[in-house]
């Protein structure tokens, strides 16, 4: 397993921005695909973003679509999640999850929290209204 450290998370206004990173360590960062889910409390995590090794194959669920972007620095090992005109219900603990890649340069994802064996600690993103 990769450890990953989530870090950025906070207080910011609806229609805001704020930007979440990632940093992975122990294993070749370039061998994972990387994902953001978010958790409420009662709620069962939910898939947000995800890219591939390379950033060429990328994921967004349809809420957050157009919104946030995920993006990745494979020289610093960091994946990150850019998040625009946020809202109330982006409220949320968010995590940072990884992947082994195993299928070269095509990537796919279900968004299924049981594709990803390596998990952060999670950052709590508040959206005041």
């Known amino acids: 397993q990769v450890h990953l450290v989530e870090s950025g998370g906070g207080l910011v206004q609806a229609g805001g921005s704020l930007e979440l990173s990632c940093v992975a360590s122990g294993r070749t960062f370039t061998h994972y695909a990387m994902a953001w889910f978010r958790q409420t409390p009662g709620e069962e995590r939910e898939f947000v973003a995800a890219?591939?090794?390379?950033?060429?194959?990328?994921y967004y669920a349809d809420s957050v679509k157009g919104r946030f972007t995920i993006y990745r620095d494979n020289y610093k090992s960091t994946a990150y999640l850019h998040m625009n005109r946020v809202r109330p219900n982006d409220t949320a603990v968010y995590y940072c999850?990884?992947?082994?890649?195993?299928?070269?340069?095509?990537?796919?994802?279900?968004?299924?929290?049981?594709?990803?064996?390596?998990w952060g600690q999670g950052t709590q993103v508040t959206v005041s209204s």
């Open positions: 890219t591939s090794w390379s950033g060429g194959s990328i």
């Open positions: 999850a990884a992947a082994l890649q195993s299928g070269g340069s095509y990537y796919y994802t279900t968004g299924s929290p049981e594709e990803f064996d390596s």
